[in-house]
């Protein structure tokens, strides 16, 4: 989001609190998060694929929602009526494609509507056939994870992002030669997907509470936290949605909280990350720095800048959410200032590596247990794989994954020397200066752990990436 986005969203949230009546507020954030979807998109160079994309992204929550279901649950009135606003605000944005441009609420001109609309139905023709044909299956919960996971590696595979482009390409009587990763941008696709398997795994575990589809689909498509999160349970912000209507959105202690969020986020973002940006290392200025020195200085700029950029979008989120009437939760709290890797992970990109650490470090490691593994080795085989994914998350490259795998290194050697120095630590408590030191110093050293590994994040390119890490310690 750019700042005249932001803009807009924050003057919205504030009308929203101070005029719309208390019964309307839910069906305006689903409204206003659809609008969202389709305005946010990144332009294709694919016919229609900025169009497409979204109502795609609209379809995979309606699929998930009805698959997640409890065995008991009915569709109610009130879900029938929220499907025909989606369809609505679908054909009608699509109807939009007879005006000019600039009046366009999508980034390109929309397919025609009889298409939409005819696509549309052999789609819910085809969905309630395969429906009565494979309810009761067992495996279809997690047949749906493994159908979001596809598209995920699809999306962040160069290779295979771009073989998608060219049959899209192709279809659309496109020349397929200029295919590219790029043409498939789907926006806040890493995010949704993580809502979605939420919802399907916490179903698997018979968690997940009763979803209506308007607070549902509001949950996984919340424009204030579409493209840069944070990643909510559902369970906690349908919370939040059921008591829009008795909650006073429009008091001072609200409306000063979330403005000082958003005017911190905005400081950090704009200010502060866009000034970093100018020198931060990249795969260009790498190159040109001369010296160790310069490096480094490069590296801890790059280093700011991810936290004030990452941090300051979700100050601006959580800031636009209070003044909406949801509290989405905190992503970052000071994680540079921790004095052990551990502590990091539990303050920086929280919800992700919450996600993370509950749907696959736990179960996994439970599960090597369980099979008689060496408490050791199961613990440095969860935390690597956790931490690969946690780097494959951001995109599939080589050096996303030393980036992973250097964290999941550096997460276990930190607990085999927590284990061994654990009574020194206690002991501690009777030596404050001592104490201080000890904090002091592993905080430094996590600092410029997690420092070095930004070099594999910024640097996809691992050769390079070799090269610079060698020449931050003076090597040719």
Request: aromatic letters at 14%.
């Amino acid at each position: 989001m750019d700042l005249w986005y932001i803009a807009v969203f924050a003057l919205g949230a504030l009308l929203y609190s101070a005029l719309l009546p208390a019964r309307w507020r839910g069906w305006a954030l689903l409204g206003a998060s659809i609008v969202a979807v389709y305005r946010l998109q990144p332009p294709s160079p694919v016919r229609y694929v900025d169009f497409i994309l979204p109502t795609v992204t609209l379809l995979l929550c309606l699929f998930v929602w009805w698959l997640a279901r409890a065995p008991q649950q009915k569709a109610t009135r009130a879900d029938g009526i929220t499907l025909a606003v989606i369809a609505a605000l679908v054909v009608g944005l699509s109807l939009t494609r007879y005006l000019i441009p600039e009046l366009r609420p999508t980034a390109s001109r929309a397919p025609d509507t009889l298409v939409i609309v005819v696509a549309l139905g052999a789609l819910a023709a085809v969905g309630a056939l395969l429906w009565r044909l494979l309810r009761g299956w067992r495996s279809l919960l997690t047949a749906g994870i493994g159908l979001i996971g596809l598209l995920f590696v699809v999306l962040k595979t160069e290779a295979l992002a771009t073989i998608l482009s060219a049959a899209l390409r192709d279809f659309a009587g496109q020349d397929p030669t200029r295919a590219n990763a790029a043409d498939l941008t789907w926006l806040g696709f890493s995010y949704v997907a993580f809502r979605l398997i939420h919802t399907l795994r916490e179903r698997q575990m018979s968690k997940l509470p009763t979803l209506g589809l308007r607070d549902y689909m509001t949950y996984v498509i919340f424009f204030p936290a579409l493209t840069a999160g944070p990643i909510d349970r559902a369970e906690r912000f349908v919370k939040d949605m059921g008591t829009l209507a008795e909650t006073r959105l429009f008091a001072a202690p609200r409306l000063v909280e979330g403005g000082g969020r958003i005017a911190v986020g905005l400081l950090k973002k704009f200010v502060l990350a866009d000034s970093l940006a100018l020198f931060a290392l990249n795969t260009a200025n790498a190159e040109q720095a001369v010296s160790a020195p310069a490096l480094w200085l490069l590296l801890y700029a790059y280093a700011l800048r991810l936290f004030f950029d990452f941090s300051g979008y979700s100050d601006i989120a959580i800031g636009i959410g209070l003044w909406l009437g949801v509290r989405l939760p905190e992503n970052f709290d000071r994680p540079y200032l921790k004095s052990n890797l551990a502590a990091f992970w539990q303050s920086w990109h929280i919800t992700l590596s919450s996600w993370l650490r509950f749907y696959v470090f736990s179960p996994l490691s439970r599960a090597l247990l369980m099979r008689k593994v060496p408490a050791a080795a199961a613990v440095f085989a969860a935390q690597m794989l956790t931490m690969a994914l946690i780097g494959l998350w951001h995109g599939v490259s080589w050096g996303f994954v030393v980036w992973g795998l250097w964290h999941g290194a550096g997460l276990f050697a930190h607990k085999l020397w927590s284990d061994r120095t654990r009574k020194a630590y206690l002991r501690l408590g009777q030596y404050p200066r001592l104490k201080t030191v000890w904090t002091l110093t592993g905080s430094a050293l996590t600092f410029h752990y997690v420092v070095l590994g930004w070099v594999w994040f910024a640097l996809p390119d691992i050769t390079q990436g070799a090269r610079v890490f060698g020449r931050l310690f003076g090597l040719p």
